[in-house]
Each structure stands twice: as structure tokens, then as C-alpha cells.
């Protein structure tokens, strides 16, 4: 069964962004990664949190020659979807005001901005087709 990536502690879910970045890799490459990104975790608690994470469902395994390679099973998309949902959930907020806030907090790109404008842009044609049918 797949679960949503709601209940990830955070140890997990660095290890989980670096095998996003990765695409995949070794406990070393997850290592590596992990050190670029300012982090100093042990070898061994890298490789306990990938068999935690890979038990739970959220990262596979294969053997290639002498290491376990692993990936994720699960996105950043939908980690943040399923956590950004239940976030609204937990505080009783309505998603159109918690979406407002997230967007006020973050300091957006001109890019990021045109990207947001041409979403709601096609959530709202959307919208439209469905309203006349």
C-alpha cells in the first residue's frame, strides 16, 4: 500500500530530497549530497534511513555489483500536496486563504509569478468548461 509521505520525519525526508535530486544513488552518492547541502550525517544513519524509508514504502532498492542503488517511490509533488492538505486540515483553514498566505510568505521570481499567473489562468478556463456543461 502507498502511503501519502505525510508522516516522514524530517531526518527522512533530507535523505528523501537528496535521492530527489539524484534521481538515485548509493548510500554514498545520498552521502555526498547530503554534505553539499551543508549536512555532516553518519554513513551508518544514511543507510538506516534509507532501509526505513524503503521498508515504509517511499524508496526501492537494487543491488548493482557490489552496492544497493536506491530511488524514490514517491515525488516531491506529492509529498508536498499530501502535507500542504493535511496542514489545512490541522489548522481549519480553507485552501484558497492558506494558498494566499504561502504565496505572500515566499519571495517569488518575476518567472515563479508568470508560472502562478498561467495556473490559475488554466484553473480558470478549466473551471469555465465544467460551469457550462
Known amino acids: 500500500m502507498r502511503r501519502s509521505g505525510s508522516d516522514i520525519p524530517a531526518a ?16 554514498r552518492d545520498v552521502l ?8 555532516r550525517p553518519a554513513y551508518t544513519t544514511v543507510l538506516t ?10 524508496a526501492r532498492s537494487r543491488r548493482d555489483k557490489v552496492a544497493h542503488v536506491y ?14 492538505s493535511d496542514l489545512a486540515k490541522q489548522v481549519g483553514e ?21 508560472a502562478l499567473r498561467k495556473l490559475l489562468t488554466d484553473l480558470e478556463e478549466d473551471a469555465a468548461r465544467r460551469e457550462k456543461r
Open 12 to 27: 527522512e525526508l533530507e535523505v528523501l530530497g537528496a535521492l530527489w535530486r539524484l534521481g538515485s544513488g548509493t548510500v
Open 32 to 39: 555526498d549530497d547530503l554534505e553539499r547541502q551543508g549536512r
Open 49 to 58: 534511513l534509507l532501509g526505513r524509508l524503503e521498508r515504509r514504502g517511499y
Open 71 to 84: 530511488r524514490p517511490l514517491i515525488s516531491r509533488e506529492e509529498v508536498a500536496a499530501n502535507r500542504l
Open 94 to 114: 480553507e485552501p484558497v486563504p492558506l494558498i494566499l498566505k504561502l504565496v505572500e510568505a515566499q519571495r517569488l521570481s518575476a518567472r515563479d509569478i508568470r
